[in-house]
C-alpha cells in the first residue's frame, strides 16, 4: 500500500515545519506568556512575588490619589516618586515572569516536535485473519499487531513480534545513530514516532489511545502547573515565613519613628523597603530553576515524569546497578570450552550447539557461532518437533527436547546441579580460576549428565571506575546486582570499584534490597529494562527505566533513558546535584543581597537621625534616590541571573563540605559585594540624570530661543 507510505512519510516532515515556525514564534511566546502570567490566580502561587504584586497595585493607586501627610524629611506627597516606585515594581514581576516563560518555552519546543510526529500518522493494521488494513493511529488499541515497512514511521509504542528492522530514532531521542529492534531479544521495544529505515516488522501495540510514552511525553513538557518538590515546598515555606517577618520588621519601623517624635515614613518608602528586604531575586527565579532541571535531564535525552524525581537524584544515598550493560558492555561472548573428564571435545561442541541453536539471545547466538568454529556441526532436522524450553530468571537455564525425548540443557552451575546436573570435581577448579578472572560459566548437559561448560566473557566499560569514584566522593554507596556467581561478580566488582555486591540475584532481590535501604531512611535510585524490574523501579525513589526495555519497566519508573544507557543514571545523579546546587547558590545570593541593601536604604531613610549616620556606608545622602537606586538593583538582579537559573551552577563532584563552602565565598561573598558595588553605581547614574535637564524642560528651553528670534 504505497499510499501509506506516503501518509507517514509526510508525517515527518510536518514535524520539521512545525520545529522551524515554533522558532520563529518562540520570542512572542515568551513575551505573550511572561503578560498572561499577571494574573492573580498565576501570582498567588508564588507568595514572595505575591506580595510585590500586591505593593504593585497599591503603589499604582497611590500614584493617583497624593498621601496627606509629610514624611519623616518634611517632604510633601511626590506623585513622580511613587510613579517611579510603581514601574520599578512593575519590572521586578514582569523580569520573574519572563525567566519562567523563558524555562516553559524550552520546554514546549520538544512539545511541539513530538506533536508534530503525531499528527495525521495512520496504521497498516493486521487483522486475525490475516489481512492488512490502513487504519487511523489514534484508533489503535492495547495488542493489536500492525505491520511497518521501510520509511514508513512507527505510528504507536510497540514490542517487536516478528521480524527485524534498523530503526531512526532521532526524532524522539536526538541521537542519530540508528538502533536496531528485533523479536526474541532484550531489544525490541519501539517508541511511536521512530522510522524504519530497513526490514519491516510486526509489532504489538503496547499502550491505549492517548496513554502512550509520546504523549505522556507530549504532557509532561508543556505542562506549566508543575508539580513541586518537598524540597521546593520546604524552601518556598522558609521563604515565605523570611517575607512575613520582614513585613512585621517593616511595619515597626513606622511605628518607631512615631515613638521618636520624628514624623512619619513615606508609604512608598516602606514599601521600597519591604521589597529590598524579602527574597525576591530567589523567589522570581524559583519556578524557572525547577522546569530548567527538567529541561536539562531532557537535553540528556532523559524524561523525567515529574521533577521530583529529577530533584531526589540530587539526594541519593544509594545507587544500585546491573552488571551486565551498565558496568560491564553487556555482551557476554563464548570464548572458551572445557570438557569434564572422559569426554570428547567433539561431543561437548555439538551439545554446545543442539542446546543454542534455538535460542535467539546474544549468548546463545555466540556459543553456536563459537563452536561452528571449532568445526561442530548439527542438521536442522534433528531440531523437527522440538520442544524449546526457554530461559527464566527464575530457573536460570534452557536448551531444547528433542523429538526422541533427548534433553539438551544449558545453564548456571546452582541451577543445573539443583535440576539433577552436578559439576564434576575436576571442572570445578577450572571454574572458580575462570570465574576470578570475571568470566561466566555455563554448564552443558546432556540427558541430565553434564559434559563440561562454556566461559562467557564480558568486558568491564571503560571509564566506569571513575565515574563510580566521583559518585564516591559525593557520598553516594553503589551496589552492584548480578545474577552470576560469587567468583564472577567479585572480580568484577574489584575491576570495577562499586562498594558492594550482590551475585546470584534474583528478580526478587532487586525489590527486596530497595526495600530494605529504603528502610533505613535512604534515598535508593536503580534501573532497570524488564518486566522483573518493573517492582524494584516502582520501589526506587528514581527508578531509570530503557527505552529499550519493555513497557512495564517504562511504566513503572518515572525516568525513562531515551538512549537506552544504563550508565545514563550517573548522569541523572549530576543533574540532580546541580539543580540542588543551582537553588542553593541563588538562595544564598539573593539573600546576602538583601543584607548589603540594609546599608543602602534604611540610613538614607533615616538621614538626620542620630547613631543611624554610621551605617551609611555608602554615603547615600538623598533618601529617594538611595531608595529607587535599591529597589531598581533589586529588580536588574533577576533578568541578571536567569542565564545561571536556566543553565545552571557549573558543577563538579565534591564532598558537601567542600560545596558549601565554595557556595559561601563565590554566591555569598559575591552576593555582598556586588550589591554594594551595584547600587552605589546606579546612585550615581540615577544622581546624575537628576541633573540633566528633562524634554519638557529643553522644549521650553527651545520655543523661549525660538520666540526671541527677530
Not at 94 to 106: D, L, P, R, S
Not at 336 to 365: H, K
Not at 442 to 471: C, H, M, N, S, Y
Request: neutral net charge; aromatic residues 6%.
Amino acid at each position: 500500500m504505497p499510499e501509506e507510505s506516503e501518509v507517514s512519510a509526510t508525517s515527518g516532515v510536518g514535524a520539521h515545519v512545525s520545529v522551524r515556525k515554533q522558532r520563529r514564534t518562540s520570542l512572542g511566546r515568551i513575551l505573550s506568556t511572561s503578560f498572561t502570567k499577571f494574573r492573580p490566580s498565576a501570582q498567588v502561587r508564588n507568595p514572595v512575588m505575591f506580595v510585590v504584586y500586591v505593593f504593585f497595585w497599591l503603589t499604582l493607586l497611590l500614584t493617583f490619589v497624593p498621601q496627606p501627610f509629610p514624611d519623616i524629611h518634611g517632604r510633601a506627597y511626590d506623585a513622580d516618586y511613587y510613579l517611579l516606585i510603581t514601574i520599578i515594581l512593575f519590572l521586578t514581576l514582569w523580569f520573574a515572569n519572563v525567566a519562567e516563560a523563558i524555562a516553559e518555552a524550552q520546554a514546549r519546543a520538544q512539545a511541539d516536535s513530538l506533536r508534530g510526529v503525531r499528527t495525521g500518522l495512520r496504521a497498516r493494521q493486521i487483522r486475525p485473519d490475516g489481512q492488512l488494513v490502513a487504519i487511523a493511529a489514534s484508533t489503535l488499541h492495547l495488542g493489536d499487531r500492525i505491520e511497518a515497512r521501510p520509511g514508513e514511521i512507527v505510528p504507536v509504542d510497540g514490542d517487536v513480534v516478528k521480524g527485524a528492522g534498523l530503526i531512526d530514532e532521532s526524532m524522539m531521542t536526538g541521537e542519530s545513530a540508528p538502533v536496531v529492534r528485533e523479536s526474541g531479544g532484550d531489544r525490541t521495544s519501539v517508541l511511536g514516532g521512530s522510522r524504519v529505515l530497513q526490514g519491516t516488522i510486526e509489532l504489538r501495540v503496547a499502550s491505549e489511545p492517548g496513554t502512550s510514552f509520546l504523549d505522556r511525553m507530549i504532557r509532561l513538557v508543556e505542562s506549566t502547573r508543575r508539580d513541586k518538590s518537598p524540597n521546593e515546598i520546604a524552601l518556598t515555606i522558609v521563604l515565605t515565613a523570611l517575607t512575613v517577618a520582614l513585613l512585621i520588621v517593616v511595619v515597626s519601623f513606622s511605628y518607631l519613628v512615631q515613638f521618636t517624635g520624628e514624623g512619619l515614613l513615606n508609604l512608598g518608602t516602606m514599601i521600597a523597603l519591604t521589597v529590598c528586604l524579602i527574597p525576591t531575586t530567589i523567589g522570581g527565579l524559583l519556578s524557572a530553576v525547577g522546569i530548567s532541571g527538567i529541561n536539562r535531564a531532557a537535553r540528556a535525552n532523559v524524561i523525567a515524569k515529574s521533577g521530583k524525581a529529577v530533584e531526589a537524584a540530587g539526594d541519593l544515598d544509594v545507587l544500585i546497578l546491573d552488571k551486565t550493560g551498565t558496568i560491564t558492555v553487556g555482551s557476554r561472548l563464548a570464548v572458551q570450552f572445557v570438557p569434564a573428564a572422559g569426554v570428547e571435545m567433539s561431543e561437548l561442541l555439538r551439545t554446545a550447539v543442539l542446546s543454542s541453536m534455538l535460542d535467539d539471545t546474544p549468548e546463545g547466538r555466540s556459543v553456536v557461532r563459537l563452536a561452528t568454529l571449532r568445526g561442530a556441526t548439527a542438521g536442522r532436522t534433528e531440531f523437527d518437533n522440538a520442544r524449546v524450553v526457554p530461559f527464566s530468571a527464575e530457573r536460570r537455564m534452557s536448551g531444547v527436547v528433542l523429538s526422541d525425548g533427548t534433553e539438551v540443557m544449558k545453564g548456571s552451575i546452582s541451577s543445573m546441579e539443583k535440576a539433577g546436573s552436578p559439576l564434576p570435581p575436576e571442572l570445578r577448579a577450572a571454574v572458580e580460576a575462570a570465574s576470578k578472572e570475571g568470566m561466566t560459566p555455563l554448564v552443558l548437559a546432556l540427558q541430565r549428565r553434564t559434559l563440561g561448560v562454556v566461559l562467557l566473557k564480558d568486558v568491564v566499560k571503560p571509564g566506569i571506575r571513575d565515574r563510580l569514584r566521583e559518585l564516591r566522593v559525593m557520598g553516594i554507596r553503589t551496589v552492584m546486582c548480578t545474577g552470576d556467581n560469587r567468583l564472577t561478580a567479585a572480580a568484577i566488582a574489584h575491576e570495577s570499584g562499586v562498594d558492594e555486591y550482590i551475585a546470584e540475584a534474583r528478580p526478587e532481590t532487586k525489590l527486596q534490597l530497595v526495600s530494605r535501604e529504603k528502610a533505613y531512611g535512604r534515598l535508593v535510585a536503580m534501573t532497570g529494562d524488564g518486566t522483573n524490574d518493573a517492582p524494584a523501579l516502582a520501589r526506587a525513589d528514581v527508578g531509570l527505566a530503557m527505552n529499550s526495555g519493555t513497557s512495564a519497566a517504562k511504566e513503572a519508573g518515572n525516568m525513562v533513558d531515551l538512549d537506552s544507557d544504563p550508565t545514563k543514571l550517573i548522569e541523572v545523579v549530576s543533574i540532580g546535584k546541580q539543580l540542588l546546587i543551582t537553588r542553593g547558590a541563588l538562595t544564598t545570593f539573593s539573600i546576602t543581597n538583601d543584607v548589603a541593601k540594609y546599608f543602602a536604604i534604611i540610613p538614607a531613610m533615616f538621614v538626620g537621625v542620630s547613631g543611624v549616620a554610621l551605617l551609611n556606608i555608602m554615603q547615600l545622602t538623598n533618601p529617594s534616590l538611595a531608595v529607587l537606586a535599591t529597589l531598581l538593583f533589586n529588580a536588574l538582579m533577576i533578568p541578571v541571573l536567569i542565564p545561571l537559573a536556566l543553565r545552571g551552577v557549573g558543577f563538579r563532584p565534591a564532598t558537601a563540605v567542600e560545596l558549601l563552602r565554595r557556595n559561601l565565598i563565590l554566591y555569598g561573598v559575591g552576593g555582598l559585594v556586588s550589591a554594594f558595588v551595584g547600587i552605589k553605581l546606579l546612585y550615581t547614574l540615577l544622581a546624575y540624570a537628576s541633573t540633566l535637564p528633562t524634554i519638557v524642560s529643553w522644549a521650553t528651553a527651545v520655543h523661549q530661543f525660538l520666540g526671541g528670534l527677530p
